[in-house]
């Protein structure tokens, strides 16, 4: 078939694509290769029309996949209801495209972004192409180019309308736990999808500092070499801290570099990049109150990792304690695999806690135990234990933090003694674990149930007359002191807990 035919033919509906795809970056096309490979018809468009060409000829050749050379032609090759789905950089290139495609759907056709976009923008646009006709969805897709070809783990929110006729495509693409279940369902309205994308990746950054942790300990305080190293991981994912993340740790740390000859990691820069989603987390749980300092510490890590200049000047100028172990170093390294693991847990405890306060915020009817499954397999934070999140949230749907599940609460018992002398032996050394060390402050702060609120309260009253509330009287009645006996009795606005 000449490629002129391939791309024609638009009125004979038996040759209709099923879904189109827009933008083919590694991950579109491998999306695209993952839909065909499961029997669906693909069609496909790129602003630079050059890449259609190339991998229609190329690894899209002899395969059920249509190229268009333009947004109207790719819009008649599809089926009604139309499925358009965006692969393109988050922003305004995917506003720019949804203003070009719009002119060619009928009502009741589908848009779908499958990009990193921020949540906002979803419910913006969920909102906007509702009064158009056409239902939206934001759906978050976790798994990176290998899981977008074999299985990602997939989020989708928006427009529920347009969910029966995308789920037969999603869930047939998506990663399956073992008993088959796709890690994909429908997550709820407007942004839900995204939101649970972007505090995915909120966590994703808490593990991987964690882990970064985890290496720089054993690495600058024990004194052990990638090798030795490498045979750790591979242990600790063969046990309760079996992970995806975990598993390519083991093996970045077996790899030398080709040019010379050393091991890979010690010729990486340490520097590290973002794309932004770990900030947005961090963003949003401050702007709803939502305790989740570990998440906030990564991208911070990450920020201080980023001035490289700056702290290779000042480790000639500022001093500290020169680190010299003299314990048991295989006690150590197990110690150093349970403060992971606590710690670990309340970074996710912080991320499911963030749903629940963004649930509630947004009026999304979101399922806890579901989006676990949906994390199980085919994302980047795909862990073993997610399985066990899932059964305590199975247990009681109105959990309020996975700290007071069974399970989790027996685990951090276990741990915490290891997860304190790991804290305070890198404190005592001059080694930073920012991530280590917030997860505990988290734990420590939830468990109590008095903290040092009261003094900033009294702080506030007495240079501002925020108020407070009493101990011996009920909730939400608030006073106000005359510190000075100058100040009077005028009070500011109630203050926001």
């Known amino acids: 078939m000449s490629r002129d035919l391939q791309l024609v033919d638009t009125e004979d509906n038996v040759n209709k694509?099923?879904?189109?795809?827009?933008?083919?970056?590694?991950?579109?096309?491998?999306?695209?290769?993952?839909?065909?490979?499961?029997?669906?018809?693909?069609?496909?468009?790129?602003?630079?029309?050059?890449?259609?060409?190339?991998?229609?000829?190329?690894?899209?050749k002899g395969k059920n996949i249509v190229g268009a050379h333009t947004i109207a032609e790719l819009c008649g090759l599809l089926e009604a209801p139309r499925k358009v789905m965006l692969m393109v950089k988050a922003g305004k290139p995917v506003d720019d495209f949804i203003e070009l495609i719009l002119p060619f759907l009928d009502g009741g056709d589908i848009i779908i972004d499958g990009g990193n976009s921020f949540f906002g923008d979803t419910i913006r646009r969920t909102r906007y192409l509702a009064d158009e006709g056409i239902n939206y969805i934001g759906t978050g897709v976790s798994g990176g180019e290998e899981g977008a070809l074999r299985g990602p783990s997939i989020m989708p929110g928006g427009n529920p309308a347009a969910w029966p006729h995308v789920k037969p495509i999603f869930q047939a693409i998506a990663a399956k736990v073992a008993d088959g279940t796709p890690c994909c369902d429908w997550v709820g309205s407007d942004g839900a999808g995204h939101y649970v994308k972007m505090v995915h990746n909120g966590i994703e950054y808490g593990d991987m500092q964690m882990i970064a942790e985890a290496y720089f300990l054993m690495k600058h305080l024990l004194g052990m070499t990638p090798p030795e190293m490498h045979q750790v991981f591979k242990e600790w994912n063969a046990g309760e801290l079996d992970s995806y993340l975990i598993e390519i740790t083991r093996d970045i740390l077996a790899r030398t570099d080709d040019e010379t000859g050393e091991p890979m990691v010690d010729v990486i820069l340490d520097t590290a990049g973002q794309k932004g989603t770990g900030k947005w987390t961090s963003q949003s749980a401050l702007d709803m109150g939502a305790p989740a300092p570990t998440v906030a510490e990564a991208v911070f890590a990450r920020f201080l990792s980023a001035i490289k200049d700056e702290r290779v000047a000042a480790s000639a100028i500022l001093g500290g304690p020169d680190p010299a172990f003299h314990g048991d170093p295989d006690r150590f390294v197990e110690q150093i695999r349970r403060a992971l693991y606590a710690s670990k847990i309340c970074s996710y405890a912080q991320g499911f806690q963030l749903l629940r306060m963004a649930a509630a915020e947004y009026d999304w009817a979101l399922n806890y135990g579901q989006i676990a499954l949906m994390w199980r397999e085919g994302c980047i934070i795909r862990a073993q234990f997610l399985g066990c999140i899932k059964e305590a949230f199975d247990a009681d749907p109105d959990l309020s933090n996975l700290l007071l599940a069974d399970y989790f609460r027996q685990a951090i018992d276990r741990s915490q003694d290891a997860w304190r002398e790991v804290v305070a032996t890198a404190v005592t050394h001059g080694l930073p674990v920012p991530a280590f060390g917030s997860a505990l402050a988290y734990y420590d702060g939830y468990r109590n149930a008095r903290l040092p609120a009261n003094i900033l309260q009294a702080q506030r009253d007495y240079f501002g007359a925020h108020t407070y509330e009493r101990v011996d009287r009920p909730r939400g009645e608030f006073f106000h002191t005359n510190w000075t006996g100058a100040g009077g009795d005028v009070t500011a606005s109630t203050y926001d807990a």
């Open 17 to 60: 694509a099923d879904i189109g795809v827009v933008g083919l970056a590694v991950m579109g096309e491998n999306l695209i290769l993952n839909m065909e490979g499961k029997g669906f018809t693909v069609a496909c468009y790129n602003r630079t029309i050059s890449k259609v060409d190339r991998f229609i000829d190329g690894r899209a």
